[in-house]
């Protein structure tokens, strides 16, 4: 069966430090792999998506940017984080043209 | 995906009763509905999806209806209970890689 992972749970950063969250999906080949955020109370917004490795489509310009270095691996990063960078980050994987499978999320808090 | 705004629509039911959450989508071309439940501090969980061919689709407590005359999807939960209590999503695509998620719905069940 697949599992996706996301690490770390949650974390609290400076404005201004950097930032890697990781991702990685076990159990399956060639996924398609997807960031969203999650300000409270909010609904899901596409931060970027993946369909194969060096593969990146960036959904909102901002701060952040996206790598897979390898198939089932997505990272998140950011050189300087803002205030407003902070929130429930959420990858997510999927088949192409199928559903998306949400790993537990980091909760970001930047201060 | 959609951001909104801080005030999720609430649906508050009795343990018991059958809870009915609706979702109005927007592109007539979508071919694939998902719904899914998020929990507090959690990743949205699959719960079940639906594809245009077919206009009601069951799993264990769970129906989805599609209407697509009126572009519109509802998730009817049976005898809903206590751990049920979440935010629901409806999500469409048309074909591509990408998810549009709708409004989120919060659900609240009283014992």
Same mark, same amino acid.
């Given at each position: 069966?697949?599992?996706?992972?996301?690490?770390?749970?949650?974390?609290?950063?400076?404005?201004?430090?950097?930032?890697?969250?990781?991702?990685?999906?076990?159990?399956?080949?060639?996924?398609?792999?997807?960031?969203?955020?999650?300000?409270?109370?909010?609904?899901?917004?596409?931060?970027?998506?993946?369909?194969?490795?060096?593969?990146?489509?960036?959904?909102?310009?901002?701060?952040?940017?996206?790598?897979?270095?390898?198939?089932?691996?997505?990272?998140?990063?950011?050189?300087?984080?803002?205030?407003?960078?902070?929130?429930?980050?959420?990858?997510?994987?999927?088949?192409?043209?199928?559903?998306?499978?949400?790993?537990?999320?980091?909760?970001?808090?930047?201060? | 995906?959609?951001?909104?705004?801080?005030?999720?629509?609430?649906?508050?039911?009795?343990?018991?009763?059958?809870?009915?959450?609706?979702?109005?989508?927007?592109?007539?071309?979508?071919?694939?509905?998902?719904?899914?439940?998020?929990? %507090?501090?959690?990743?949205?969980?699959?719960?079940?999806?639906?594809?245009?061919?077919?206009?009601?689709?069951?799993?264990?407590?769970?129906?989805?209806?599609?209407?697509?005359?009126?572009?519109?999807?509802?998730?009817?939960?049976?005898?809903?209970?206590?751990?049920?209590?979440?935010?629901?999503?409806?999500?469409?695509?048309?074909?591509?890689?990408?998810?549009?998620?709708?409004?989120?719905?919060?659900?609240?069940? %009283?014992?």
């Amino acid at each position: 069966s697949q599992t996706i992972h996301q690490w770390p749970a949650t974390l609290v950063q400076p404005v201004g430090s950097p930032l890697s969250l990781e991702c990685t999906v076990e159990g399956t080949s060639n996924p398609n792999l997807y960031w969203y955020r999650q300000a409270a109370g909010r609904g899901l917004q596409l931060l970027f998506y993946s369909v194969g490795i060096g593969q990146i489509s960036s959904e909102v310009p901002q701060n952040l940017s996206a790598s897979r270095p390898q198939d089932r691996q997505f990272i998140l990063s950011s050189k300087k984080l803002l205030l407003s960078d902070s929130g429930f980050y959420l990858c997510a994987w999927s088949v192409p043209t199928d559903t998306q499978y949400f790993g537990p999320g980091t909760r970001l808090t930047v201060l | 995906g959609e951001s909104v705004g801080l005030h999720l629509p609430t649906l508050s039911v009795q343990e018991g009763d059958n809870s009915i959450i609706n979702c109005a989508y927007s592109n007539s071309a979508s071919d694939y509905f998902i719904w899914y439940k998020q929990e %507090s501090g959690k990743g949205p969980q699959f719960i079940i999806d639906i594809r245009s061919n077919m206009d009601k689709r069951q799993g264990q407590r769970v129906t989805v209806l599609l209407n697509k005359t009126v572009k519109h999807l509802s998730l009817q939960i049976a005898a809903t209970q206590p751990g049920d209590s979440a935010v629901y999503f409806c999500a469409e695509n048309e074909g591509y890689s990408t998810l549009t998620f709708g409004k989120g719905t919060m659900l609240l069940v %009283s014992p």
